[in-house]
């Protein structure tokens, strides 16, 4: 199968600070791809990287048939790349149904259907539309900032850290709306320090150690590698 997004030769950097180095990845339609590593290993970078923001990057970036270079992140979101950023960043003063309608730049059915979609996937919002963000709780606030990106219609999903700082109930909760995602046929690049809950979900994963790719494969592949198991599993 032909991959959504592929990625080969990817550097990026802040100034003279290379936080990348020769990023090989790819992701297929419909697949769960999980990006692991510790804090500081390149994550975030490499997400922002895909969406065209911040660092400036080198190499090669193809999503279906479009090359990314000098594409601007308004037009990646365009052509179907969603993103949910580390820390949520929901609008704090905006309901729950203004954070998502803000997304959305269709008609009005395509728009009502894709709320539609998301009060589906995720009732708690369908409850709280007119709560205001800063009033919801941290797994509800999550899945917000997912609901939010599903609004533009993605066919790949960048998700960073997506259960960072959640109760082990909520964050069982969140990944399992991941898996709900892949279902409705979208794909998702999943950047997760919890290893053992980001493998549990994934088809495939790679892990990030410095800004390079140290090893890639099955769950059961990582699961297996001494390096992983030794950094992540407890040894």
Same mark, same amino acid.
């Given at each position: 199968?032909?991959?959504?997004?592929? =990625?080969?030769?990817l550097?990026?950097?802040?100034?003279?600070?290379?936080?990348?180095?020769?990023?090989a990845? %790819?992701?297929?339609?419909? $697949?769960?791809?999980?990006?692991?590593? #510790?804090?500081?290993?390149?994550?975030?970078?490499l997400l922002?990287? =895909?969406?065209?923001?911040?660092? +400036?990057? +080198?190499?090669?970036?193809?999503?279906?048939s479009?090359s990314? /270079?000098?594409? %601007?992140?308004?037009?990646?979101? &365009?052509?179907?790349?969603?993103?949910s950023?580390e820390?949520?960043? @929901?609008?704090?003063?905006? /309901? @729950?149904?203004?954070?998502?309608l803000?997304a959305? &730049? #269709?008609d009005? !059915?395509?728009?009502?259907?894709?709320?539609? $979609?998301?009060? !589906?996937?995720?009732?708690?919002? !369908?409850?709280?539309?007119?709560?205001?963000?800063?009033?919801?709780?941290?797994?509800? *606030? *999550?899945?917000? #900032? =997912?609901?939010? #990106?599903?609004?533009?219609?993605?066919?790949l999903l960048?998700l960073?850290?997506?259960?960072?700082?959640? %109760?082990?109930?909520?964050?069982?909760?969140?990944?399992?709306?991941?898996?709900?995602?892949?279902?409705?046929? @979208? !794909? @998702?690049?999943?950047?997760? *320090?919890?290893?053992?809950?980001?493998?549990?979900?994934?088809?495939r994963?790679?892990?990030?150690?410095?800004?390079?790719?140290?090893?890639?494969?099955s769950?059961?592949?990582?699961r297996?590698? &001494?390096?992983? &198991?030794?950094?992540?599993?407890?040894?």
């Open positions: 199968m032909t991959a959504l997004l592929n =990625i080969e030769g550097s990026a950097r802040y100034g003279e600070r290379i936080m990348l180095h020769d990023i990845l %790819s992701v297929k339609a419909g $697949e769960i791809v999980a990006v692991l590593g #510790a804090n500081g290993a390149g994550k975030t970078t922002n990287a =895909i969406m065209g923001i911040g660092a +400036t990057v +080198t190499g090669t970036l193809r999503f279906g479009t990314l /270079t000098d594409v %601007s992140t308004a037009d990646r979101a &365009r052509a179907g790349l969603g993103f950023p820390g949520r960043r @929901v609008f704090p003063g905006m /309901t @729950v149904r203004e954070n998502l803000v959305s &730049r #269709a009005a !059915a395509k728009t009502s259907r894709r709320l539609h $979609e998301v009060h !589906a996937l995720f009732p708690d919002l !369908a409850g709280k539309h007119a709560a205001l963000g800063w009033q919801l709780s941290g797994g509800q *606030q *999550q899945m917000l #900032a =997912i609901g939010r #990106a599903m609004m533009t219609g993605p066919r960048l960073d850290e997506p259960s960072l700082g959640l %109760s082990p109930l909520l964050a069982g909760e969140v990944m399992g709306k991941i898996v709900a995602l892949q279902k409705l046929g @979208v !794909a @998702v690049l999943l950047a997760e *320090q919890n290893v053992v809950r980001a493998l549990a979900i994934a088809d994963g790679y892990v990030l150690e410095l800004g390079r790719i140290v090893t890639e494969g769950p059961d592949i990582l297996a590698d &001494r390096r992983v &198991r030794q950094a992540f599993l407890g040894g």
